[in-house]
């Protein structure tokens, strides 16, 4: 059973910073190190946006507009884990955080979710 895990929330003062983390456990061997992975994030009363994508092998990241030069994602394949550096942190980034994982084995698709982290970011 596939799990995706992510934690590092909490409570931040505009402008400080926070690493989320999301642990993905339960993947067939292999299947993880195959997967896109991204960040999402929901605010209350709106919808789910993409936040950060990174490739299967890390080397290609995109980022939504509004977070572009503040956020870094970044994974470590050996660990299983896909991180988001959010750095000067504003209070309209206060969302629940949302950790995805997709791709394809054998020409059937996958899309995991995990259960969320909330950010809230206020004085």
């Known amino acids: 059973q596939v799990q995706l895990e992510e934690s590092g929330g909490g409570l931040v003062q505009p402008g400080g910073s926070l690493t989320l983390s999301c642990l993905a456990s339960?993947?067939?061997?292999?299947?993880?190190?195959?997967?896109?992975m991204s960040w999402y994030r929901q605010a209350l009363g709106q919808e789910r946006d993409m936040v950060a994508i990174?490739?299967?092998?890390?080397?290609?990241?995109d980022y939504g507009d509004s977070v572009k030069g503040r956020f870094t994602i970044s994974r470590d394949n050996a660990k299983n884990t896909v991180y988001l550096q959010m750095n000067s942190l504003k209070p309209e980034d206060t969302a629940v955080y949302y950790c995805?994982?997709?791709?394809?084995?054998?020409?059937?698709?996958?899309?995991?979710w995990g259960q969320g982290t909330q950010v809230t970011v206020s004085s």
């Open positions: 995805n994982a997709r791709g394809e084995v054998d020409g059937s698709m996958y899309n995991f």
């Open positions: 339960g993947f067939t061997f292999g299947i993880y190190d195959m997967s896109v």
């Open positions: 990174i490739t299967a092998d890390g080397g290609s990241t």
